[in-house]
């Protein structure tokens, strides 16, 4: 039982359906486990194969450590926790395959160096995807496995758009041409926003950086800087982000 915890969820893969339950193969651990047909599904079953059949991917919290067999459940996984789960299990499996093409026969010794480190492939990911410069120095790796683990963290990372009303008026009688060259001021990388006319005084900011971090760093730069020119400009400035 070494390495399981209980409260932990696992993907667990069926390998044989009893009268009260079935018995599975908890994740990459080789133990099997028990779900009591009670902790198959929040609804009431009535026949096993109705829920599960041979060969079924189950996510499953793992609930007891019995002295026969770990004991685990079903319906105690949340929808957030079965989404995050299977997201991991998705990005694991996937950096896998990339990189058994740059290691055919050391692919395992590689994972072992990754989750000593990180704790998972997954918790790999996550570091590089904070800090893509330094999460690979510290493992041997080849220079074309880092590379294509960066262009795929790069194409797979959560990303935002920042979307903000904004109020803008000018009381002045060039208050126009004063409001246009606030907005066609290049405050930061022109690439990272954009802003469209709604209708007087409402302008939409979209801001899109990237990096979920650089985006949230990039809108809130670029909002004071607005802000202390329109000040100097005798422009009223409002802003009030648009929650989705």
């Known amino acids: 039982m070494e390495g399981l915890k209980e409260g932990k969820i696992y993907i667990c893969t ?57 004991e685990l459940s079903v319906k105690r996984v949340t929808d957030n926790e079965k989404k995050q789960v299977l997201k991991e299990w998705s990005i694991e499996n996937r950096i896998t395959k990339m990189l058994s093409k740059f290691y055919p026969k050391g692919i395992e010794s590689l994972k072992r160096a990754a989750e000593e480190k990180y704790g998972s492939l997954y918790g790999l990911y ?28 790069d194409k797979t990372k959560k990303k935002i758009t920042i979307k903000t009303d904004l109020d803008i008026s000018c009381a002045e009688g060039d208050g126009v041409e004063r409001i246009k060259e606030l907005l066609l001021t290049p405050f930061i990388n022109k690439k990272d926003y954009s802003i469209k006319y709604i209708k007087a005084p409402h302008y939409l900011l979209l801001v899109n950086a990237g990096e979920t971090k650089k985006t949230i760093s990039q809108n809130r730069k670029l909002l004071e800087m607005m802000e202390k020119k329109s000040g100097e400009s005798d422009i009223t400035f409002k802003y009030k982000e648009i929650k989705e």
């Open 126 to 153: 996550e570091a590089v995807a904070n800090d893509k410069d330094k999460a690979l120095e510290s493992l041997d790796i080849k220079k074309e496995a880092s590379e294509a683990i960066l262009d795929f963290v």
């Open 14 to 70: 069926v390998k044989k359906l009893l009268q009260h339950g079935v018995i599975v193969k908890i994740g990459d651990s080789g133990i099997d486990g028990f779900v009591h047909i009670s902790e198959l599904s929040k609804r009431w079953v009535k026949d096993i194969k109705d829920v599960a059949k041979e060969g079924d991917a189950l996510v499953c919290k793992l609930i007891r450590i019995g002295e026969q067999s770990p």
